[in-house]
Structures are given as structure tokens and as C-alpha cells.
């Protein structure tokens, strides 16, 4: 089993940027791939990007492409996303996720840990 705790949300303006950590602690940190998605209110949850147990590969939704960067430290536990350019679509609770399938994992049904998210708004 593993918990992950998300920090780094907050309120930014328009253009800026913040960076999203998910602290992993439990079971061993490369035995799992991890994804961000993130959900803004009375919307379904939605994939942000995703990054294999060894980091060495990473994939993007399209919203996040260019301006989102997904990246892990094994010797931290962490994986991070930090996103550029933020824009007021891009408000929304962010969710670290974690997957026993190794690869890039893109739907939401396939993690199985979750945390309990970090709210980012985004100011026009």
C-alpha cells in the first residue's frame, strides 16, 4: 500500500505558474507509475499527465501539452508537476494517483491510491 499527500496549490494569476508536489511513503516508490488529473467543480475528474515507474517516459492530455511537466525523485518519493502558463480553465482540486501498472496510465479507473488533492486557482 501507499499514501500520497499532494502540496503546492494555491491562487495565482493568469500566466503564472506553481509547482504540485505528491509525497509517496509506504510500499516502494518505484513499484508504482503515477498520474495527475485534476476535477473542477460539477465536472467529471480528468487526466493531466502521467509518468512510468522510472521516469523515463511521460504523457500528456492535450490541455497540458507545452505548458505542464510531469517529473519524479526516487531518492524524494516525490513526483511533481510543475505547470506553466496557467490559465482561469485550469482551476480545478489536482489528484495524485498511483497505478500498479507500470506504464503511462491514462484513466483514472487503472490508480489505485489516491491523495486527497490541492486546490489551484487560477485568476483572470
Known amino acids: 500500500q501507499v499514501q500520497l499527500v499532494e502540496s503546492g496549490g494555491g491562487l495565482v494569476q493568469a500566466g503564472g505558474s506553481l509547482r504540485l508536489s505528491c509525497a509517496a511513503s509506504?510500499?516502494?516508490?518505484?513499484?508504482?507509475?503515477f498520474g495527475w488529473f485534476r476535477q473542477a467543480p460539477g465536472k467529471e475528474r480528468e487526466f493531466v499527465a502521467a509518468?512510468?515507474?522510472?521516469?523515463?517516459?511521460?504523457y500528456y492530455a492535450d490541455s497540458a501539452k507545452g505548458r505542464f511537466t510531469i517529473s519524479s525523485d526516487n531518492a524524494k518519493s516525490t513526483v511533481y508537476l510543475q505547470m506553466n502558463s496557467l490559465k482561469p480553465e485550469d482551476t480545478a482540486v489536482y489528484y495524485c494517483?498511483?497505478?500498479?501498472?507500470?506504464?503511462?496510465?491514462?484513466?483514472?479507473?487503472?490508480?489505485?491510491?489516491w491523495g486527497q488533492g490541492t486546490q489551484v486557482t487560477v485568476s483572470s
Open positions: 509518468i512510468n515507474w522510472s521516469g523515463s517516459s511521460t
Open positions: 509506504g510500499r516502494t516508490f518505484r513499484t508504482y507509475a
Open positions: 494517483g498511483a497505478t500498479r501498472v507500470l506504464g503511462l496510465v491514462y484513466d483514472n479507473k487503472d490508480y489505485d491510491y
